[in-house]
């Protein structure tokens, strides 16, 4: 295997599919987690996770997410699994709220298929919810959800059979970058490495204290009850849904896999957290938060709670990635795309995380997802 030795920090969903994705051009790459794979300790655990092409957060992300799709559909053939299940997703809300409105924004400016109804014919269609008159749903036909453990493993395997080094429960301590290379000290070993990208999540800040990145790390639930009858929220007949109400954003999934439904509150509680010692035990307060919304606007779903775990989001301040090259470094690639909806993007993300490491740049348009807008931000508020 030829080419320049890349470390990759990190081996969530981004890390794994930047690893991914060097392996197969046939670049030397190591990958290295602090913990073992498929942890439950950052933002990538866990069965499921929502796939769709428009975002209510932010209108312009509908070319990745067709770069994306089409990236998931080449990981199941390799794979020779199903990873991507096609539900339809419901976004659903008051016809004038942030959500509903900020769907359709997103839908319009790339003429993605869609349908809108009103609350009855939503209804109708799904009749285990109960919604107010004043309330629409968008349907995005090519939602639905990843199958996301399975993913993170089909990527890790996929890039380990094409030559890729992994390391696990080893934690990098330091990431000192040289002009024409990078040192990485880790609590086993001493790495010199021509480039690394470093996607350590709630981490990051640690590792890179010089860019003093303005991240924050914030609590997350996810829970699961259990209807008395889940023949209604069964896959074929119950879609992926967003809920905006006078509870907050509630995210939810069929039945999956004997768990009732899944559920959670998109920002949960707002609490910042340290990610090596933040409370990982479920909460009366959590559960009623995830459950408030269940009671009025699903409430044959309202069942007892089968399970609940947390996990971390890691947050800027516009609630958007980073993905870029550190200043006087163009070869230690800063990669956070971890704002509560990353996991989906994360073939894409590893696609671009590949092309800079290895070439400096990205067909991509990555202009938003600079860090340079976080200088311009405080250049703005001084001024």
């Given at each position: 295997m030829s080419g320049p030795q890349i470390a990759v920090i990190g081996l969530g969903a981004t890390g794994s599919?930047?690893?991914?994705?060097?392996?197969?051009?046939?670049?030397?790459?190591?990958?290295?987690?602090?913990?073992?794979?498929?942890?439950?300790?950052?933002?990538?655990?866990?069965?499921?996770?929502?796939?769709?092409?428009?975002?209510?957060?932010?209108?312009?992300?509908g070319p990745m997410m067709r770069r994306a799709?089409?990236?998931?559909?080449?990981?199941?053939?390799?794979?020779?699994?199903k990873l991507i299940f096609t539900t339809g997703i419901a976004e659903i809300g008051p016809a004038h709220g942030t959500l509903v409105r900020g769907i359709i924004a997103g839908i319009s400016r790339h003429g993605l298929p869609h349908e809108i109804l009103d609350a009855q014919s939503l209804m109708r269609r799904y009749p285990s919810f109960k919604l107010p008159q004043d309330f629409a749903a968008v349907i995005q036909p090519d939602g639905g959800y990843i199958a996301a453990?399975?993913?993170?493993?089909?990527?890790?395997?996929?890039?380990?059979?094409?030559?890729?080094?992994i390391r696990t429960r080893e934690k990098v301590v330091a990431v000192e970058p040289r002009p024409n290379g990078v040192h990485i000290r880790t609590d086993r070993a001493e790495i010199e490495a021509d480039g690394a990208i470093v996607a350590a999540g709630p981490w990051m800040r640690d590792l890179l204290p010089e860019l003093r990145l303005p991240?924050?790390?914030?609590?997350?639930?996810?829970?699961?009850?259990?209807?008395?009858?889940?023949?209604?929220?069964?896959?074929?007949?119950?879609?992926?849904?967003?809920?905006?109400?006078?509870?907050?954003?509630?995210?939810?999934?069929?039945?999956y896999a004997q768990m009732g439904i899944k559920i959670a509150k998109h920002h949960h509680r707002q609490e910042i957290v340290d990610p090596d010692t933040?409370?990982?035990?479920?909460?009366?307060?959590?559960?009623?938060?995830?459950?408030?919304?269940?009671?009025?606007?699903?409430?044959?779903?309202?069942?007892?709670?089968?399970?609940?775990?947390?996990?971390?989001?890691?947050?800027t301040p516009d609630e958007t990635f980073i993905i870029d090259c550190m200043p006087r470094f163009p070869h230690v690639i800063v990669a956070s795309p971890c704002c509560g909806h990353g996991f989906k993007f994360s073939?894409?993300?590893?696609?671009?995380?590949?092309?800079?490491?290895?070439?400096?740049?990205?067909?991509?348009?990555?202009?938003?997802?600079?860090?340079?807008?976080?200088?311009?931000?405080?250049?703005?508020?001084?001024?």
């Amino acid at each position: 295997m030829s080419g320049p030795q890349i470390a990759v920090i990190g081996l969530g969903a981004t890390g794994s599919a930047a690893l991914f994705h060097l392996a197969r051009r046939g670049v030397h790459a190591v990958g290295i987690e602090r913990f073992e794979l498929g942890h439950d300790r950052g933002s990538s655990h866990g069965q499921t996770r929502i796939i769709r092409l428009a975002h209510f957060e932010n209108a312009s992300y509908g070319p990745m997410m067709r770069r994306a799709y089409a990236l998931w559909r080449e990981l199941e053939a390799i794979a020779g699994a199903k990873l991507i299940f096609t539900t339809g997703i419901a976004e659903i809300g008051p016809a004038h709220g942030t959500l509903v409105r900020g769907i359709i924004a997103g839908i319009s400016r790339h003429g993605l298929p869609h349908e809108i109804l009103d609350a009855q014919s939503l209804m109708r269609r799904y009749p285990s919810f109960k919604l107010p008159q004043d309330f629409a749903a968008v349907i995005q036909p090519d939602g639905g959800y990843i199958a996301a453990a399975a993913a993170l493993e089909a990527t890790l395997c996929i890039a380990a059979a094409a030559g890729a080094v992994i390391r696990t429960r080893e934690k990098v301590v330091a990431v000192e970058p040289r002009p024409n290379g990078v040192h990485i000290r880790t609590d086993r070993a001493e790495i010199e490495a021509d480039g690394a990208i470093v996607a350590a999540g709630p981490w990051m800040r640690d590792l890179l204290p010089e860019l003093r990145l303005p991240l924050r790390v914030t609590r997350q639930v996810a829970a699961w009850f259990q209807p008395d009858d889940t023949a209604p929220f069964s896959a074929d007949r119950f879609p992926v849904f967003i809920l905006e109400s006078e509870h907050g954003l509630h995210y939810g999934f069929p039945a999956y896999a004997q768990m009732g439904i899944k559920i959670a509150k998109h920002h949960h509680r707002q609490e910042i957290v340290d990610p090596d010692t933040h409370d990982r035990t479920i909460s009366v307060a959590d559960e009623a938060a995830i459950r408030a919304p269940l009671a009025e606007y699903l409430p044959d779903a309202n069942g007892r709670l089968v399970s609940a775990q947390t996990c971390l989001y890691t947050m800027t301040p516009d609630e958007t990635f980073i993905i870029d090259c550190m200043p006087r470094f163009p070869h230690v690639i800063v990669a956070s795309p971890c704002c509560g909806h990353g996991f989906k993007f994360s073939p894409v993300v590893g696609e671009i995380l590949a092309d800079l490491v290895t070439r400096g740049t990205t067909d991509h348009d990555i202009r938003q997802f600079r860090l340079q807008r976080f200088a311009d931000e405080a250049k703005g508020q001084i001024a």
